[in-house]
Every structure is written in C-alpha cells, then in structure tokens.
C-alpha cells in the first residue's frame, strides 16, 4: 500500500535578493523541495528572474507570494515618516516605533501597494501569498494595514498570509529557536485573528527559527520543524548562493549556504519521507495524498 503522505509548506524567503539567492531558489523548487518563496518585488533581480520564474512552476507548481519588505533595503516610494534617504530602517527601529505606535501608516500603506504593483508587473497575477521580510508584516498597526490592503485589492482571491505564531507548548517541544519563536510570536500574535475577520487564510504553525550559528547543524533544525502537530504547517528557510550582489545587501551570508547544501541533499529527501510528510502548496494542506 502507498503510504499517504502529509502536505506541508516549504517556504524559502528572499526571492530577487541576489543572483545567487535565485539560482538557489528555483533549482530547490525544481527539484520539489520547496513549494512557496516569497518574492521581494522592489529590488532588481525580482525583475530580471520573475519570467524565468514562471516557467519553472509551470512544470514544478509552487506558491509565489510578495516578500513585503519594510526593513534593510532602498523603498520603491519616497516613504515619508519611514525611510531615510530612501532607504528604509533596520528591524529594531521598525519594532520599537510599531510598539510605540509610532509608525508613518499611511508611508507603509503606499510602500505596500508600489511592491504589490512592482509584484503585478513582473509577474503578470497576483501573488498567492503575502509574507515579511523579518516578519516585520506581522508587527502591531502593519498588519492591520496589510490585511485591509489585501482585502480592498484582491476581493475573492484566495491567497494566504503567513502567521508567525504558534501554540507556545508546541515551539517548546521542538527547543531550537524557542526564544526567537517566542519574541516573534509575541510580536505578531493577532495576525491569524485579524486575517480570519477578512475571509484571508494563514497557516497554524510557523518552524524553522533558529539563531543562523552552526552551533548546531541546519539538519537538526530541519527535522525538528517537521514533527509535531499542526494542519498547515509552515517551514521557512533561507537558502542561497553567496555572490558579490548578495554581499552588497544583506548581512545574512554563509548560513544560506548551508541551508542550501543540505535542503539540496539526499538527507533531506530521507528526512521528508520519514517524517511522513511531502512540500506542497498551501491550497493543498489540510488534506493527505
């Protein structure tokens, strides 16, 4: 008898980042180990790959959704209240000011709809999803904003948000991350609240936090992600190929290598199967193959 397998989301963060970050990307959906990536549409290698992109989940379906980037990088709009010189503030700021009820909303509703339309123009759809870079969509007011800005735009459309919370007895078992799990947690609890008030899906358990060290191997991490208990498990990663353009722009280097190397293995499809699960899309969870 075939063994029935359990559809769970692998989702790999920082599309268009770099060259590298792409190549990565799409030979790991190629090769079915990831089913979703987050793109993030105001940088210049979400244009250059985007078409590249769609031929290849044309033959291996995957989820594509905006990676809404508020933090680290140049803003596609002036963002008034928000970025300096055009470029837009580190996490730390982002979550002391969002706390504080201090953030320019209106600045990030604007950003937000310039990176959807920068998404739109690439890719020619609107995208499946919607998540952050470094969670920061999930922050207090952002994720109002977000929610009520996908709502307005995509009436009827059935995409998802990511909710980066879980049940905290479940983020406990695991261990690993467990103090990231739960500042990030704290931050963004609601999320999945406010997304369900407007007809907008999210997933009921997030993995795959951890502290990036090589302290302990990125299988470890891996495989802890995908036990334990969950109808839409969602599992993020970062994986990539370290080249000057990444250098450049993002402080995050070797670690995506690594994530790479082992996401690309003959382990990790060994891992998948013994956990009794398979990468798929997120319409596809919930239910068994």
């Not at 201090?102 to 920068?118: N, V, Y």
């Not at 996908?150 to 103090?179: D, F, I, K, M, V």
Request: proline share 6%.
């Amino acid at each position: 008898m075939r063994e029935v397998l359990k559809p769970i989301v692998v989702c790999a963060d920082d599309y268009g980042l770099s060259e590298g970050v792409c190549d990565a990307i799409e030979a790991l959906i190629g090769q079915g180990r990831l089913s979703a990536t987050g793109a993030m549409s105001a940088l210049p290698a979400w244009r250059r790959r985007a078409a590249g992109l769609r031929e290849i989940v044309r033959q291996t379906p995957a989820d594509i959704g905006l990676h809404f980037t508020l933090t680290g990088q140049k803003a596609l709009t002036q963002a008034r209240g928000l970025a300096k010189d055009g470029q837009l503030p580190e996490i730390g700021t982002l979550i002391l000011r969002a706390l504080g009820r201090a953030l320019p909303l209106d600045a990030i509703r604007d950003e937000l709809r310039a990176q959807l339309d920068a998404f739109e123009d690439a890719w020619g759809a609107p995208p499946d999803f919607l998540d952050g870079h470094q969670h920061a969509h999930a922050l207090p007011g952002i994720r109002d904003v977000v929610v009520n800005e996908l709502s307005a735009r995509y009436p009827g459309h059935a995409l998802w948000l990511r909710n980066c919370t879980e049940p905290p007895a479940q983020a406990r078992r695991r261990r690993l991350g467990l103090g990231k799990a739960m500042i990030i947690g704290t931050l963004g609890a609601g999320t999945a609240r406010t997304a369900a008030r407007a007809g907008i899906a999210t997933n009921d358990s997030f993995r795959g936090l951890y502290d990036f060290s090589e302290r302990v191997p990125y299988r470890e991490v891996f495989r802890a992600s995908l036990a334990g208990p969950g109808a839409r498990i969602l599992v993020h990663c970062h994986p990539g190929i370290v080249d000057d353009e990444l250098r450049s722009l993002d402080p995050l280097l070797d670690p995506r290598e690594r994530e790479l190397a082992y996401l690309a293995s003959g382990q990790c499809g060994e891992d998948l199967e013994a956990a009794g699960v398979i990468p798929a899309r997120f319409r596809e969870t919930g239910t068994v193959r």
